[in-house]
């Protein structure tokens, strides 16, 4: 089954229907034979949990999906916890992941939204469409998205990989899309801000929402150009070449359906065939 976005919720708001409830920006899961699962109406006492910043997001197959606040008071009913979404990943169905990340985007916009950026009056939520309405200037805001590229650059038979100042395990390039840059522009300044060197050859590769908090990667393939490594070192620990057989931590990280992973994985496997 898949997910449909959707703003309008059903005529029958009764009905089956998961819900990804927040508190204090974390998840409520339940436990599942050592994994955790996306609670359903039929897991909640709904009528005796105040709900706030309540919405529908959609629908997975013919069940909606809701998103709301949890009280910050209240405790997880049995069975259940509340868990970092970075803590879940890949600890919870792939797109059940990405359905949470689309609720929590939508929870964060509504309580950083409640005021007109324009005139400071209180907002509503237009009927019928994800945004916020000023009733007093009429400005409209929508869900913030900040679109970041991501890549994997090759030079032969050997792919760039680097480790920031954030995690413990080497990934790829990435950076955020500055106003007024293409894709391609942030993609050549980004590489030459970290590592130092000019790339050639780029190549779309594919998308992925990225909900830490409101990103969309957009992650692309290119080739080493010319220059020597020179790493930054207010953003990177490290950088180097590495042939498929001395790729550092792959086993563990990043995370078999992050898009960095895949990007990875695509280079090993196409290298494999070499």
Not at 156 to 170: A, C
Request: net charge negative; with cysteine.
């Amino acid at each position: 089954m898949n997910f449909q976005s959707g703003c309008v919720p059903p005529e029958q708001t009764d009905g089956p229907a998961f819900w990804f409830l927040f508190q204090q920006n974390k998840l409520l899961v339940k436990k599942e034979d050592g994994s955790f699962a996306i609670p359903a109406s039929d897991d909640l006492d709904l009528h005796r949990i105040k709900l706030t910043n309540r919405h529908y997001i959609g629908k997975i197959g013919e069940q909606a999906c809701y998103t709301a606040t949890y009280p910050a008071a209240q405790l997880a009913p049995g069975k259940m916890e509340f868990q970092g979404l970075m803590e879940l990943y890949g600890h919870i169905e792939e797109m059940m992941f990405r359905v949470a990340g689309c609720a929590t985007q939508i929870v964060t916009w509504d309580e950083t939204h409640k005021f007109c950026g324009k005139c400071g009056k209180s907002t509503e939520t237009k009927a019928g469409e994800r945004a916020k309405l000023c009733p007093k200037c009429g400005y409209l805001s929508f869900p913030r998205l900040s679109p970041a590229v991501i890549l994997s650059i090759t030079k032969g038979d050997r792919i760039l990989l680097v480790k920031n100042l954030k995690t413990d395990f080497y990934t790829v390039v990435a950076g955020f899309v500055e106003s007024g840059e293409t894709l391609e522009e942030c993609l050549k300044r980004e590489v030459r801000e970290e590592v130092g060197i000019e790339i050639k050859n780029i190549a779309y590769f594919g998308s992925q929402p990225w909900p830490f908090p409101h990103s969309l990667m957009i992650a692309f393939t290119a080739e080493y150009d010319s220059g020597d490594l020179s790493v930054e070192h207010n953003e990177l620990l490290h950088a180097d070449w590495y042939a498929i057989d001395d790729i550092p931590g792959i086993k563990l990280k990043p995370i078999p359906f992050s898009i960095a992973r895949q990007l990875i994985g695509s280079f090993i496997e196409t290298n494999k065939q070499a």
